[in-house]
């Protein structure tokens, strides 16, 4: 009998051309206007736009704190873990799984990066790795909301404020994302978000930093953005400051601030079509064996605009086969998807061998006391050091056109209910999966 399997000569689940299903930003004449205006008047380098961006960002997430715009979300992040007093010899916590930006700035500041693992379900730091990871130089927790899911706050910040340690959030894939009703950025000590153009909120290259705290923002405005001086009231900061303690310039291009500004009127409506399409789709095949939607658990809780959505894979309930195998199968069916997502940091020279700063000792320990190594520690990372042959990257629906959907999920459906046929040709996954971006993806 024929197999029903495209990659076995069947035909393709995927039949109906998706249009602009997956285009992304949407660029509308209400961007392009807002842009161009700033444009005309020459007003790239002005702040003008961005601190109107700045209020409505914060407004946006019913914030009585501050907000400061940044040239990325990089240097956002960095912002923060300075804002929060990271410096020479300290420590912070990151989970394994996230991408570099959301840790490595940390030697810049003479600080180090101690892994965690994150937890098989909700891919983000396991809360339950946490605390055993605190030593007397952990400075900040850094919660990555991973690929659009919340970090699970509540431990997170009940851990952290029994050790005194700041908590930074990593909002750069989770814009409007709910944790228990509250949006996520509004939780810790900091929250860097990139607004790149691949994100969910899309402006450009571009960052925003997030804090209820003027000690934290004043000295991230202290650290890159010296033509705000003016704007410091805490006297260690007006005594030193004019120039740039970081010695650098983080201020936010005001193209990408028109740009923002428009996206965050539209973001909301555009979040609500996501989510509708993106768990009509999970609805369809979430009870299939084999693949688990990566949505949270918790009530009232959302995935904003879905960045770079995943699935979680099972191949325990899929007689082994591999996750390669299960997307090369799905790739045929046209319903493009990729195996894997961020590879763990810690496998990276850069956490190992590297001498960055010609220390004569590799980066990651240089600052830190003789006799301790904490590369010791990412021995024990089972769960970020496995991912690569669990996950799986989905198509990313901007647009709830369920005919279209349909189509998607039928290819999922075939090839799970016809793995069997696949398993004789699988050739296994290998050995070094995931990349260190997040892998093409389709949308
Ligand atoms: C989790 C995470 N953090 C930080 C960043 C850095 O943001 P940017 O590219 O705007 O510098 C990115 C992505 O680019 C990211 O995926």
Not at 418 to 429: A, V
Request: with cysteine.
């Amino acid at each position: 009998m024929a197999s029903e399997l495209a990659l076995l000569g069947g035909p393709q689940a995927v039949k109906s051309d998706p249009g602009d299903m997956f285009a992304w930003p949407i660029v509308t004449p209400d961007i392009e206007q807002a842009v161009l205006e700033v444009l005309r008047r020459g007003a790239m380098s002005g702040m003008d736009v961005t601190k109107q961006l700045e209020k409505e960002f914060a407004a946006w997430h019913g914030m009585e704190g501050y907000c400061l715009g940044h040239n990325t979300g990089t240097q956002a992040i960095q912002a923060a873990m300075f804002g929060v007093g990271v410096g020479k010899g300290d420590e912070i916590i990151c989970p394994s799984i996230t991408y570099w930006a959301s840790c490595l700035q940390a030697y810049t500041l003479g600080a180090t990066v101690v892994f965690a693992d994150v937890d098989p379900d909700t891919v983000c730091i396991d809360p339950n790795d946490l605390e055993r990871r605190i030593s007397p130089r952990t400075k900040a927790i850094v919660a990555v909301h991973y690929a659009g899911h919340p970090a699970d706050m509540d431990p997170i910040l009940e851990i952290a404020r029994r050790h005194n340690v700041a908590v930074i959030e990593d909002v750069s894939h989770a814009h409007g994302a709910l944790y228990k009703g509250k949006m996520v950025g509004t939780f810790g000590d900091a929250a860097g978000f990139s607004i790149m153009s691949g994100k969910s909120f899309a402006a450009g290259e571009g960052g925003l930093l997030l804090t209820p705290k003027k000690e934290v923002y004043e000295r991230a405005l202290v650290f890159g953005h010296y033509a705000r001086a003016n704007e410091l009231t805490i006297p260690e900061y007006v005594a030193g400051g004019g120039l740039p303690w970081g010695g650098y310039k983080n201020r936010m291009n005001q193209l990408t601030a028109a740009m923002a500004r428009v996206q965050l009127k539209k973001y909301p409506g555009e979040m609500g079509d996501i989510d509708r399409a993106m768990n009509y789709f999970w609805d369809k095949v979430g009870d299939l064996p084999g693949i688990r939607s990566h949505r949270p658990a918790w009530g009232n809780s959302t995935k904003g605009g879905w960045y770079a959505p995943h699935g979680l894979y099972r191949p325990e309930e899929l007689g082994g086969l591999s996750v390669h195998r299960f997307c090369e199968a799905l790739r045929a069916e046209g319903a493009t998807s990729g195996p894997g997502c961020n590879k763990a940091l810690h496998q990276h020279p850069l956490f190992q061998t590297v001498d960055v700063y010609r220390a004569g000792k590799p980066t990651r320990i240089a600052n830190l006391p003789d006799d301790v190594d904490v590369r010791e520690t990412d021995a024990d990372l089972p769960v970020s050091s496995g991912m690569q042959e669990r996950i799986y990257n989905i198509p990313w629906f901007k647009h709830y056109r369920t005919e279209i959907i349909d189509e998607y999920a039928e290819a999922f459906r075939k090839v799970v209910q016809n793995y069997k046929e696949l398993l004789p040709g699988d050739p296994g996954n290998p050995p070094a999966g995931g990349g260190w971006g997040l892998t093409r993806r389709i949308g």
